[in-house]
């Protein structure tokens, strides 16, 4: 017999435990874990005994933790089976965070999907050797049986597809604003720039302005978000004082940023997210602000790997995703370098440095450009470019220049501020002028 059909068949006990773990640790993981695997689809029985009992509790509203589990594990008689009340503490501590059970989930899902394979595909060879029947008969079982194996029992709980007609009668759902016409939750936006061309500070202010209250573009008020900065680029001494300036221009502004609405975390090391422990550490921070929108960045700085691989690409929107997921849904401003101007080229190209993979994965992608209009050097006008195709409307401004109170400002709203060609009627503002000289440094 061939040693494919002796091998041990696909499993994770790690994936498992963590599963179990996340469940007796989140009432919301059970959910999230109940409807993408089933008790059959853990290898290990005693996995599958904790499973139910933590699926038949929850069903009755019993509450789901080491203590309880252990209790009704015991009162059925398999507690010393499942390896008795130290092996469920264990389960907990197995857990990297609680926010992934899902993830986990699908990798136990997926490994008894191979293992519903290695079996048909057993019973087929063994049917074909016996040659025990019509051919056509034993072919058509051995499909049967594969197909079975591929729908779990989860077709009969597949919604039938919509008909067109029926789809576009539906009501189109309105996005849930994180930032109204302008985010959305789930939403990514990247920005880019060249070295010291005003990005970091522009995705900060968004941030601190909705943090506020405060929509980005215009003077107007929005309800306030939960943000989260993460810095992986400057120092909290250099970070301090432009976000000192812009709380004070929220609060002159009638919109002070209160306690708990925004969070900062700057590493005193590098970051890697290809790392586990980095990007478990970074989950925990998500997870305990629970923000509504998260700053990250600079990209080429959250990876040790080369940031041209597809690799060290793939890893680290694989983590942004999980930062995502963690949070709830959070929209994400990710900042990123565009590659230095090419010779002779007038405007640079603002795609990101890095993996082309990037610019397809955000929603959003728009770079800052230096204008060509008359006085644009004096009033720092920027175009404000998309690199890549917007997957939804929203309102993006077209231009922004140098603020009053703020470091940016867009040039179209009425009311906020000069338009382009009109450098005379900008006043001298030394203090400004300092301030984002050295934020650009």
């Known amino acids: 017999?061939?040693?494919?059909?002796?091998?041990?068949?696909?499993?994770?006990?790690?994936?498992?435990?963590?599963?179990?773990?996340?469940?007796?640790?989140?009432?919301?993981?059970i959910v999230d874990v109940i409807e993408v695997v089933t008790g059959s689809d853990f290898y290990r029985p005693a996995h599958e005994a904790i499973f139910d009992t933590v699926c038949s509790m929850a069903v009755r509203g019993e509450p789901c933790d080491p203590i309880t589990v252990t209790a009704e594990l015991k009162k059925r008689g398999d507690l010393e089976r499942v390896g008795g009340p130290a092996y469920l503490h264990?389960?907990?501590?197995?857990?990297?965070?609680a926010a992934h059970a899902e993830q986990y989930a699908r990798n136990v899902r997926d490994l008894a999907l191979l293992r519903g394979v290695i079996a048909a595909g057993t019973r087929a060879v063994a049917a074909g050797y016996a040659a025990d029947g019509v051919p056509q008969e034993i072919a058509e079982r051995a499909v049967e049986d594969m197909r079975a194996a591929r729908d779990r029992g989860l077709a009969v709980t597949d919604a039938p597809p919509v008909d067109l007609v029926d789809f576009l009668a539906q009501a189109d759902d309105e996005p849930e604003w994180v930032?109204?016409?302008?985010?959305?939750?789930?939403?990514?936006?990247?920005?880019?720039?060249?070295?010291?061309?005003?990005?970091?500070?522009?995705?900060?202010?968004?941030?601190?302005?909705?943090?506020?209250?405060?929509?980005?573009?215009?003077?107007?008020?929005?309800?306030?978000?939960?943000?989260?900065?993460?810095?992986?680029?400057?120092?909290?001494?250099?970070?301090?004082?432009?976000?000192r300036k812009m709380a004070q221009a929220a609060a002159e502004e009638g919109a002070p940023i209160g306690s708990g609405q925004v969070a900062v975390e700057i590493p005193d090391r590098s970051v890697d997210l290809t790392n586990p422990a980095d990007r478990s550490w970074l989950a925990r921070r998500v997870e305990r602000v629970r923000p509504d929108l998260i700053t990250i960045g600079p990209l080429y700085k959250l990876a040790l790997g080369n940031p041209n691989e597809e690799e060290t690409a793939r890893a680290v929107m694989s983590a942004l995703e999980m930062l995502r997921t963690a949070s709830g849904g959070a929209a994400?401003?990710?900042?990123?370098?565009?590659?230095?101007?090419?010779?002779?080229?007038?405007?640079?190209d603002l795609r990101p440095i890095g993996s082309s993979l990037w610019l397809?994965?955000?929603?959003?992608?728009?770079?800052?450009?230096?204008?060509?209009?008359?006085?644009?050097?004096?009033?720092?006008?920027?175009?404000?470019?998309?690199?890549?195709?917007?997957?939804?409307?929203?309102?993006?401004?077209?231009?922004?220049?140098?603020?009053?109170?703020?470091?940016?400002?867009?040039?179209?709203?009425?009311?906020?501020?000069?338009?382009?060609g009109a450098a005379a009627t900008i006043p001298a503002q030394p203090e400004h002028d300092e301030w984002l000289a050295e934020s650009l440094s």
Request: charged content about 20%.
């Open 1 to 29: 017999m061939s040693d494919d059909l002796t091998r041990m068949p696909p499993q994770n006990t790690e994936a498992e435990q963590a599963v179990l773990g996340a469940m007796l640790l989140s009432r919301d993981a």
């Open 360 to 420: 397809r994965w955000p929603e959003f992608g728009f770079g800052l450009s230096p204008a060509a209009d008359v006085g644009a050097e004096e009033q720092r006008l920027m175009d404000w470019l998309p690199w890549r195709g917007a997957r939804s409307e929203r309102t993006w401004p077209e231009q922004l220049c140098q603020g009053v109170t703020w470091p940016w400002q867009a040039v179209q709203y009425a009311g906020n501020g000069p338009i382009p």
């Open 179 to 243: 930032i109204p016409g302008v985010l959305a939750r789930w939403d990514r936006l990247m920005i880019t720039a060249g070295e010291g061309g005003g990005k970091s500070l522009l995705i900060r202010q968004i941030a601190m302005r909705a943090a506020a209250g405060l929509h980005p573009w215009k003077r107007a008020r929005i309800r306030p978000v939960r943000v989260l900065l993460v810095d992986v680029e400057n120092s909290a001494a250099q970070a301090r004082p432009w976000l």
């Open 332 to 348: 994400m401003l990710i900042e990123a370098h565009s590659p230095h101007a090419a010779p002779g080229v007038k405007r640079r």
């Open 90 to 97: 264990e389960l907990v501590q197995a857990v990297p965070t």
